[in-house]
C-alpha cells in the first residue's frame, strides 16, 4: 500500500495537485475545465510529454486525458477484461463431446464454400 501526500502548487498555477507517492514521484495533474478550455495547446503538450491531465468541473474529476498509447493500452485491457466477464456469465454446457484436431479441421473445411 502507498502513502501519498497532497501539495498545492503556488509556482505553477495551471497545475492545481500534485501527489508525491512516498516510494517515487507519482505526479496527478488536476485542472479545472475552464483552463483547459483556456489553454488548450498547454495541456496538450503535458499530455504529449507522458503526463495524465484529469479535469474537473466543480471540483470533481470528471475525464481524464490521457497520452494516446496509454489510452489504447487502457482500452485494450478494459475490453479483454469485459470479454472475461462475458464469457464467464456463459452457461458451460459440460455434455458436449471434445472434439479432436482433426475433427474441428473438417468441420471448418465443410462450411468453407
Known amino acids: 500500500m502507498h502513502s501519498y501526500r497532497l501539495f498545492r502548487l503556488a509556482f505553477q498555477p495551471m497545475i492545481n ?8 514521484i507519482l505526479i496527478m ?7 483547459v478550455r483556456k489553454d ?3 495541456v496538450a503538450d503535458i499530455v504529449k510529454g507522458g503526463e495524465s491531465v484529469t479535469v474537473t468541473q466543480s471540483g ?12 489504447m493500452e487502457a482500452q485494450r485491457l478494459y475490453k479483454a477484461f469485459r470479454l472475461v ?3 464467464k456469465g456463459l452457461p ?22
Open 17 to 24: 495537485t500534485i501527489i508525491i507517492q512516498t516510494d517515487g
Open 29 to 35: 495533474i488536476t485542472l479545472p475545465s475552464k483552463e
Open 40 to 42: 488548450f495547446g498547454r
Open 60 to 71: 470533481e474529476p470528471t475525464l481524464m486525458i490521457l497520452p494516446f498509447a496509454e489510452a
Open 85 to 87: 466477464q462475458f464469457m
Open 92 to 113: 458451460s454446457d459440460h455434455s458436449a463431446p471434445a472434439l479432436s484436431l482433426e475433427e474441428i479441421n473438417t468441420l471448418v473445411h465443410e462450411l468453407r464454400p
